[in-house]
DNA sequence: TGCCAGGCCGGGT
DNA sequence: ACCCGGCATGGC
């Protein structure tokens, strides 16, 4: 809570995610996935233009217009089969229908989306938090190394040891775990970088220097 | 200009 | 059970 604090003050609201609908963020959950935003948006835009952003359109889609489509976001041959295997998951099982897959509930629908060929623990849970305003928090590479850099935890901690630590020490409060995912993005794009081994700007500097243990 | 981006899978130890 | 190469475009 403290972090997310500090993190707030400096940045302020982040309002994620951006996007217009809850298949327009699985979509994007997708095409990120080791890829610039702006690239993801461009590709997005790329759907939109054609009114193919839904379901059943990219269900009829062929394989190799929608790979045209999302050339932008790189890793296109193997992100227009995972796009298929998630709407052919939706269309077939849920009708399309996202509310119908969330309506199983938080574990149920994270089991299912799991079973997709190509989505991921940061891709699943992005689509749990910020499509379907679930409780649950998203752990990513900036999440991981922000963490790491501030000495809060070791190299070899896991997604679901990350994930556990923050939702052991905070409220499980879907509109919390959005915008702390969201700065903690934002801070790892501004500060804590692959290079710039130590990052004085960053707001979270004062953690390594106190030897802030708990992430209160 | 080279390194990196809001990962994930599959094959080899 | 880990470890690593492959996937690939555009930003800065």
């Avoid at 997310?4 to 982040?14: D, E, H, I, V």
């Avoid at 928090?137 to 935890?153: G, K, P």
């Avoid at 919390?176 to 004085?200: D, I, Q, R, T």
Wanted: aromatic content about 14%; glycine content about 4%.
């Amino acid at each position: 809570m403290e972090i997310y604090k500090s993190l707030y003050t400096y940045f302020g609201p982040q309002n994620w995610w951006p996007a217009d609908t809850p298949f327009e963020v699985c979509v994007g959950a997708i095409l990120t996935q080791n890829a610039n935003w702006k690239n993801v948006k461009r590709a997005i835009e790329n759907l939109k233009k054609e009114n193919l952003l839904d379901p059943f359109k990219i269900y009829k889609l062929s394989l190799e217009k929608l790979t045209q489509l999302i050339k932008p976001t790189g890793f296109y041959n193997v992100k227009a089969k995972r796009l298929k295997n998630f709407v052919k998951f939706l269309v077939e099982k849920y009708q399309g229908e996202l509310d119908a897959l969330f309506s199983k509930g938080l574990y149920e629908a994270r089991k299912e989306l799991f079973s997709i060929k190509g989505l991921g623990k940061e891709t699943v849970d992005s689509i749990l938090l910020y499509a379907g305003n679930f409780p649950i928090f998203i752990v990513d590479a900036y999440t991981y190394r922000i963490l790491n850099r501030h000495l809060l935890i070791p190299e070899e901690t896991t997604y679901d040891e990350i994930q556990a630590l923050f939702m052991e020490n905070l409220p499980h409060d879907p509109k919390l775990f959005n915008e702390f995912h969201a700065l903690l993005v934002a801070c790892g794009k501004n500060f804590c970088k692959k290079k710039e081994p130590l990052c004085n700007l960053c707001p979270l500097n004062y953690l390594h220097t106190t030897k802030h243990v708990i992430l209160e």
